[in-house]
């Protein structure tokens, strides 16, 4: 029965978490690391839990109750927890329990003071840390107190932190059990907390110690300021001394009081370095058993450190694998997409075949590595010119990283010395020439249609050969397809023509501010520009809506949709059969698309037509017939008297002819071209849907023969595995499992801009003076000055805009577009200057700031906002 109910320590090690929870495993693996030090004890274990709740089946129904509620239910999670909570604490101890704990009690001392502490088996794993969310009693003494205690934890499984974390990190509550760890106490001069990577900038080399006097919980519950210590290659580099007034110790007859620290002590250090430097080699040797950097709570005992804890740090984003030592600086792909969310690995191995460069994999992200290029001092002003105009936190960052000036080094030019290479020059699109006395190369407008037909005409080639492809042939004609889909993509018209856009906008840009004074001149010059599918997406919505308004009883029929097969319902509407061809008609031209699109894993909306349905609905009662082609006309008009305006202002300034051609003519060159900057993105995803359709019915075959479970488990298989899969039909079933969770848990994490081998996040900043006191800054992507009510919206089918609504959200891809005709301005978190939101900003004529750090957390919805689209900030309104 003891053997069922308790183990030792040293019985125990990392593997038996579903035994002990993972406070306890990692304990006992802890316990047989060299050098390392811990407090005796035992492991009531999770068959000891199991047992107790068997004794209520009450217990079972409150726990089915609990499973139904979403982490906002805050009211209904807390009385629920509360009523668990009583009644696992009600239930009588069983007598076999109380003599196993008894018994362990005497052999590591019975009347010895101990700490009772909480080891949930969903608790210091590797993807959820869940530090703090169960109790811990300090300093119990006595069977009686302690089996009490015992209960206390089991029942702070329930607690309402405790429940919203799991329900938050996905975790079913009724797969949870609960161990209890019983251990030893130790009444420390010093205590804290040591993390074996910072965890503020998530620098794996440097180690950061937290440390106050007395018991740790004067640092955990925030009554004292720790001293904290920061240490790299055995050296002590940072140290802010605390004043201390307040500490906690044990009592002796048991229990912990605060106390007051003598005056003479406050300000001491709580740790000598040479301390300090013992404690991080401890730590650097349990980090390598465990295989992960850990956050370590520790004691100082008569000069020995005593180890009382150790979980994963689960908040550090993952950093690429590289094969090498060598320094390396990562830039994060999805900040270029406006697409930072987590991609499950079929995503990112498709989105890695169809790529103009390498890229690498971590957290769920993707991410070049830029090193080489910013090694060399001509590659690096064109990299770090080109990465300012897109994203100018980016290039702060990377500015960051080489002002150290010993992470990168310097390496000589290509073709500067024999051996070196061929010198080769920065393309148009990285000089840094003055652009009033250079004007960029011009292009033929004629290759914009031909480009298009071009696209058009491999795409139906795609559709039709792929019909008679299966099995491993598929994978086959699929890497084939890659590269003809990169062939597109890299063709030199193609570079030309969406240069060509790009490089006429910064042109009119500089040279406008330069000659009139005018900021952001060609967000109106490119109003309503041709041939932008994007912009055209969401005009075309407008259309839905009016074949849609004038039937009454189709508009309250979609107002109830809540299933994928409403369109098969709308043919028996009056207008109904109209509206499913109008749906249908923008499906088949835009169906492809979706949030998040470049992974290919997303639903679209030919998959999830549903979506689309909140935002046509906003179109019918927002808008009045005929709206698409009123928009895009005055947006005609408006960029047409601003090209008057702007050339007669010229012709009035010296030399004012000359400035005016030369002005014309890229005027006209970003009107011919600045719209197809859209279109190779619309073709990317209009191929990705083609191989998404053959995949999954590919992974059909694979269900229906008994290898997969679902369809979409092969989301979480790379290309190649589920290429390997489809040959030998053989799949270890915990991979899957496996991918989620690793999944479920990067989708929490937040990919950085730049990212060092060393997996420090390198945060770039705006370095702006003219913004006023509490005003948001971000990048200025498309001029002008709305105010209005600040809609913050994370998901795109939850939209519910009124007319001279401001969009507050995290990125908008293409797919946002649809959107973009019924509000006033946009605020994003990420972006740039000529990424697909702020494109479409200026085509729509809204003003829009982007790379606004945290603004859906910092703007509420409903707030009062002035975004002010040519400076780059937003006013918070009260």
Known sequence: MSEQYVLDLQEVDETQIAVVGGKGAHLGGLSGIEGVRVPSGFCVTTAAFRQVVAQDPAVVDQLDRLSRLGPDDREAVRALGEEIRRTVEGIAVPD?????????????????????RSSATAEDLPTASFAGQQDTYLNVVGPAGILRHISRCWASLFTERAVTYRQRAGIDHRTVQMAVVVQRMVLPHASGILFTADPVTGNRKVAAVDAGFGLGEALVSGLVNPDVFKVRDGEVIARTVAAKQRAIVGVPGGGTQEVAVAPEQQEQPSLTDAQVLRLVELGRRIEARFGRPQDIEWCLVDDDFR???????????????????????????????????????????????????????????????VTGRLAAPASRAGLLDLMGKGDPLVR????????????????????????TGTATAAPPALSTSDPTTADPATADPAIVPELIERSRASLAALRRDIRTKTGPALFEFLLDACEEHKRLLGDPLNMQAIMAGMEATWWLNDTLLAWLGEKSAADTLTLSAPDNITSEMGLALLDVADAIRPHPEVVAYLRGVTDEDFLDGLPKLAGGTEARDAIEGYLDRYGMRCVGEIDITRPRWNERPSTLVPVILDNVRLFEPGAAERHFEQGRQQAEQKERDVLTRLRALPDGERKADRTKRMIDQVRAFVGYREYPKYNIVSRYSVYKQALLEEAGRLVRAGVLREAEDVFHLTFQEFHDLVRTHRLDGRLIEHRKEAFRSYETLAPPRVLTSDGEAVAGAYRRENVPDGALVGLPVSAGTVEGRARVILDMAQADLEAGDILVTAHTDPSWSPLFVAIAGLVTEVGGLMTHGAVIAREYGLPAVVGVDRATRLIRDGQRIRVHGTDGYVELLP
């Open 96 to 116: 076999g329990l109380a003599a196993a704990v008894t018994a362990a009690l005497a052999r590591h001392g019975e009347q010895a003071a101990y700490a009772v």
């Open 307 to 369: 180890i009382v804890q150790s979980r994963p740090i689960t908040t550090l984003f993952p950093v690429p694998e590289a094969g090498d030592a060598e320094n390396r600086l990562y830039v994060s792909v999805g900040h270029q997409q406006m697409m930072t969310d987590a991609m499950r690995p079929l995503g990112l191995s498709m989105w890695q075949l169809t790529a103009m460069v390498p890229m690498h994999e971590a957290g769920g992200r993707l991410f070049v590595d």
């Open 396 to 419: 702060d960052a990377l500015e960051t990283v080489l002002d150290r000036g010993d992470f990168i080094p310097s390496l000589p030019d290509p073709g500067a010395a024999p051996g």
